[in-house]
């Protein structure tokens, strides 16, 4: 369309051109029939487009500095051709090279209509120098603009990636979905593949659309899972002719024709497309669009940014899963603790109490009284066992607090009648408010340890002691029992040590012939 305008406009100026009229007709009419074909040649192939571009920059270079020549004079200026002629070069080269070719192209206007004005006068031909000045002005000024704006950031982008439906850590297909018809919609595919290789699992997870359908299939070692660890630049590509044009990371499109086998592409019977890979933290993988109308380099930018918003989306997701397994992991541990030092050790404590009874029935004494007692006990623990259930579906509200010495002293009384031993509490006056999360720990650690200096230490006396220090509370249970064996002198109880941990506390233990001795210290939370 430029070569058109311009030679209407020379046509339509009485004065034009200014020398050599058939040179400059024929000049200007073979420059639109080459336009025309390098047209045509850019909208059938991709290929022919991207290696003739330099050629045509410079054609385009070259018929610029010939129409100033013909039309330039010291009398009649044109200068309309001239400036739009020069936008459309910087333009081309800002779009196809960057910066770069910027700044080359206006290296090259610059000096060739220099060189040009140098022969113009050294053949004593009209030329008028202010004019001729002014010229090369507009052109350095358009070079900078174009220099400035083609240094804005990306020369493409795209949308950005959809948040995909269901909860986190547990929509790995579904964020699967998501990029595929995405990349579609923004591309304008007909197809489209994604492929994961599992970084731990010799296979390959894939994922393909076409049309309205999409399916998943699963592919073990081979040549497909080589070709995804090894990493690829967002490329465009023709497998039937080998070749390839690639992004680098400086955003510029190179081209290579090498034999190549596109394994993703044959797998799912595609010639012609563009592939990128995925460097996920789970594994490497591939994505791979097809059936692209008009299909360009220009589309390399826009496939480069999805495939780092597919990167980004797939390691939020195993973020999410890794902290949803930990999740699940913690929640499996603390029911096993509470399990433990609750039902598990109140059904060892009612064993002791029901073999006691026995022996208590064969002596001729009246049981009543005991069976009364066992069955309270059952109730008080099926209450225990409901808060606890209780507390696993709803969790913990809000900032609620309780009485940490009433909740001990009732606790400890209850032990006591249970196991058949003394207790003894010894805390500080008045209420001492702790969380109620905090509270549930510090009954299931004095359940377990009242457990085991019973079973393993056979003691008679059991002591509490509480002290509040400087925002961290410190417990201290000891026993008369006769402590560790010889061979587990060491030994840290499991359950209790597991619980301080993860409270943030610490644990020491002092084992002799006279009992056992637990200090622990453990930051007074704020919160559940």
């Known amino acids: 369309m430029l070569a058109l305008i311009f030679i209407a406009a020379v046509w339509l100026d009485p004065v034009q051109p200014t020398r050599s009229v058939a040179a400059t007709y024929t000049l200007l009419i073979a420059y639109a029939a080459w336009c025309g074909f390098a047209t045509v040649i850019a909208f059938r ?33 044109f200068s309309s051709p001239f400036i739009v002629f020069a936008s459309f070069i910087l333009i081309g080269a800002s779009l196809r090279w960057g910066w770069r070719g910027v700044l080359w192209t206006a290296l090259a206007l610059v000096l060739l209509n220099f060189a040009l004005g140098l022969l113009m006068h050294s053949l ?12 090369q002005g507009y052109t350095i000024g358009l070079a900078i603009m174009m220099l400035w704006l083609s240094t804005g950031g990306d020369r493409a982008s795209a949308p950005r990636l959809p948040e995909p439906p269901g909860l986190p850590g547990l929509r790995h297909d579904a964020i ?73 990371t400086d955003g510029m499109v190179n081209h290579a024709s090498e034999r190549r086998v596109w394994h993703l592409a044959t797998l799912c019977e595609v010639k012609e497309g563009l592939a990128a890979s995925i460097g996920a933290a789970r594994g490497p993988g591939q994505l791979l669009l097809w059936g692209i109308r008009g299909i360009s380099p220009d589309d390399l930018p826009l496939l480069a940014q999805m495939t780092r918003d597919a990167e980004q989306a797939l390691d939020r997701e195993d973020v999410a899963m890794l902290a949803r397994a930990r999740e ?7 029911l096993a603790r509470d399990l433990h030092d609750s039902v598990a050790q109140f059904l060892a404590g009612t064993l002791f109490r029901l073999e006691a009874l026995r022996r208590w029935i064969r002596e001729g004494n009246d049981p009543d009284t005991e069976i009364v007692a066992i069955k309270e006990a059952l109730r008080r623990e099926q209450a225990q066992m409901r808060r606890m259930i209780e507390r696993l579906r709803l969790g913990e509200k809000g900032d609620r607090r309780t009485d940490l010495t009433e ?72 026993d008369d029992g006769s402590g560790f064996p010889a061979d587990k002198a060491h030994a840290t109880p499991r359950s209790i040590s597991e619980r301080v941990e993860a409270l943030g506390g610490m644990l020491a233990i002092d084992n002799s ?9 453990l930051p007074e939370r704020t919160g559940a």
Not at 58 to 71: E, L
Not at 180 to 194: K, N, P, S
């Open 328 to 334: 699940v992991s913690n929640l499996r541990n603390a």
């Open 407 to 478: 909740e001990l002293g009732t606790l400890l009384e209850e032990l006591g009648h249970h196991w058949a031993i003394e207790t003894r509490l010894d805390a500080p006056p008045g209420p001492l408010l702790v969380p109620m999360d905090l509270a549930h720990e510090i009954r299931q650690i004095t359940r377990e340890a009242v457990a085991n200096a019973v079973r393993h230490g056979r003691c008679r006396l059991i002591g509490v002691n509480l002290i509040q220090d400087d925002g961290t509370l410190k417990m201290i249970v000891s």
């Open 176 to 248: 699967m979905t998501t990029i595929l018809d995405h990349a579609r919609t923004v591309l304008g595919a007909t197809g489209g593949a994604i492929a994961l290789a599992d970084g731990e699992e010799p296979w390959v997870e894939i994922m393909i659309a076409s049309g309205g359908a999409t399916r998943a299939l699963r592919v073990g070692p081979g040549p497909l899972l080589t070709e995804i660890e090894i990493s690829c630049r967002p490329t465009l590509f023709d497998g039937q002719r080998h070749r390839q044009l690639w992004l680098d």
């Open 124 to 135: 004593h031909l009209s030329i008028d120098p202010y004019r001729f000045s002014r010229r």
């Open 45 to 77: 192939s991709w290929w022919y487009d991207f290696r003739l571009a330099r050629l045509m920059h410079v054609i385009d270079i070259a018929i610029f500095t010939a129409a100033t020549y013909m039309t330039e004079s010291a009398f009649k200026e």
């Open 513 to 521: 012939a006279r009992g056992v001795t637990l200090r622990i210290a």
